[in-house]
């Protein structure tokens, strides 16, 4: 569907684009559904026989892995960029606050389960970042013990909006921006602000899927590689003001793809044993007062916009 030329609602190819952009329908692959068995692998191959049997991206993926089967489930990925999806059931809930809708995955003989999706561009990247090109950090593992050596982000909020803001602004013109350095600031606020902004940026895609569905969300499941960062996961837990809870098995989008995989040909039963086998290994409640809270994140908003229409010509107004 991200070609743009699919209809999710009917689960076809878009007559309308495919005219539109002079595409011949038999040049377009047949659709199928995320759970079935399309081939074998080839005799010659180390995997001879081996059916091939699920069809995810890799978001979506992560989305079965964590056994978001009812609607209002939610995961969230921690890697170079946050992806957080939703499933919101068994028809495509149009967006007004900045998300993506679209397919979370189909299984044969059932109906189609779609989700809202948002994703933020900068997150475990940022880390990155301050390691290579500012050399504040030796090694990215070494940003929880830096920031914890501060009480606080000394009042320091930073927007890593490289190359614009993603979900749920959808700003090209905008920058990042370090806001509300003094002589005080040390190197630690700086790299406790970029692990703050990941949570802050997953709390304007939360907001935004309460907003878009109408579900108030209780917690959040999470993977990637940020998840080991126990100041991150925090406080994100504090911005978000519900549980987060990290899987014992994090390579959540690989093992979307075998369960879909597993019940097309029938290793797995149904998804009730899928259900079954997911567990918690660690999980973070809020523990930041609620006005402590709503200043930091109002905080952050004023960053936000100090970062929007960087790129405009002068004398243009930028937009909100």
Request: contains cysteine; glycine residues 10%; charged residues 20%.
């Amino acid at each position: 569907c991200r070609t743009m030329l699919f209809n999710i609602s009917e689960l076809k190819w878009d007559d309308g684009q495919i005219e539109l952009f002079g595409i011949p329908k038999q040049m377009l692959p047949e659709v199928r559904t995320s759970s079935e068995v399309y081939g074998v692998c080839a005799p010659c191959t180390p995997l001879a026989g081996v059916k091939i049997a699920a069809i995810l991206g890799d978001q979506n993926a992560a989305l079965f892995g964590q056994c978001c089967f009812q609607t209002g489930q939610l995961k969230s990925t921690y890697g170079t960029g946050c992806f957080m999806l939703m499933n919101v059931g068994t028809k495509p809930v149009p967006s007004n606050s900045g998300l993506l809708s679209t397919m979370g995955y189909h299984l044969k003989g059932q109906p189609a389960v779609y989700a809202l999706e948002g994703a933020v561009q900068v997150s475990g990247s940022l880390i990155q970042w301050l390691r290579d090109q500012l050399d504040v950090l030796d090694d990215a593992k070494d940003s929880e013990a830096l920031a914890l050596s501060v009480e606080d982000n000394g009042g320091v909020y930073f927007v890593p909006a490289f190359a614009g803001l993603f979900a749920p602004h959808w700003r090209e013109d905008a920058r990042g921006v370090i806001c509300g350095l003094t002589a005080f600031n040390s190197k630690a606020h700086v790299v406790r602000a970029g692990l703050e902004a990941s949570a802050f940026q997953a709390q304007e895609l939360f907001e935004a899927m309460e907003a878009d569905s109408g579900v108030k969300l209780s917690s959040i499941n999470v993977d990637g590689g940020m998840t080991a960062n126990g100041l991150f996961m925090q406080f994100h837990a504090d911005m978000a003001r519900v549980r987060i809870n990290r899987p014992k098995y994090l390579e959540t989008t690989a093992m979307g793809a075998a369960y879909c995989a597993g019940l097309a040909v029938g290793f797995w039963q149904d998804m009730d044993e899928l259900q079954a086998k997911w567990a918690v290994d660690a999980s973070w409640e809020p523990k930041m007062d609620l006005a402590t809270r709503n200043k930091q994140f109002g905080f952050w908003k004023k960053a936000v916009a100090r970062s929007k229409g960087w790129l405009l010509d002068d004398g243009k107004e930028a937009g909100a």
